[in-house]
């Protein structure tokens, strides 16, 4: 419902707001607040909340992006996000995601910036690759070198 929509915009708008305080008020690197979130399973919630945003017809990209964003966010940080990210069952829902978003340049952007944090755990990565990340990657990139598609691939 519209309810439920303004509750998780609010709710990612927080934790937007107080995961990018982090950065401007403690110095470089020590990320406590972003562990914090990742301890009391934020990674988990945050893709519990994808997989429930992107199965709504058609996907609510005022939901999708700072949820992607805040995801690749605390990705970074978290060692262990791939494997949440398969136990989840996410990597096919990102994928499919940024397949159908290949003419939304946003959402496209921020669907890359996950799954490259994915594809940093080995079992990801090979994950992404059986699913068809690389040839997303291809029609990603083709339509921008033209001439060089070749070595592109």
């Known amino acids: 419902s519209s309810h439920d929509k303004d509750v998780i915009l609010n709710i990612l708008s927080v934790l937007t707001d107080l995961l990018s305080l982090e950065s401007l008020l403690l110095p470089p690197g020590t990320g406590r ?3 914090y979130v990742i301890s009391k399973g934020g990674s988990e919630a945050l893709l519990q ?9 058609p996907p609510d990209h005022s939901t999708l992006l700072p ?6 966010r ?13 136990k989840a069952e996410a990597t096919d829902i990102i994928l ?7 003419g939304h340049h946003l959402l ?5 910036w996950v799954l490259r944090v994915c594809a940093s755990n080995v079992t ?11 040839e997303l990657l291809f029609k990603v990139i083709t339509p921008y070198s033209k001439r060089h598609v070749r070595t592109v691939r």
């Open 33 to 35: 607040r972003i562990h």
């Open 49 to 57: 909340a994808l997989t429930a945003a992107a199965h709504t017809e």
């Open 67 to 72: 949820l992607l964003r805040l995801l690749a």
């Open 74 to 86: 605390v990705g970074q940080r978290d060692r262990k996000f791939g494997l949440k990210v398969q």
């Open 96 to 102: 499919s995601l940024a397949r159908r978003s290949l």
């Open 108 to 112: 496209l952007t921020h669907c890359l």
């Open 124 to 134: 990801s990565g090979t994950t992404l690759g059986v699913n068809g990340a690389m």
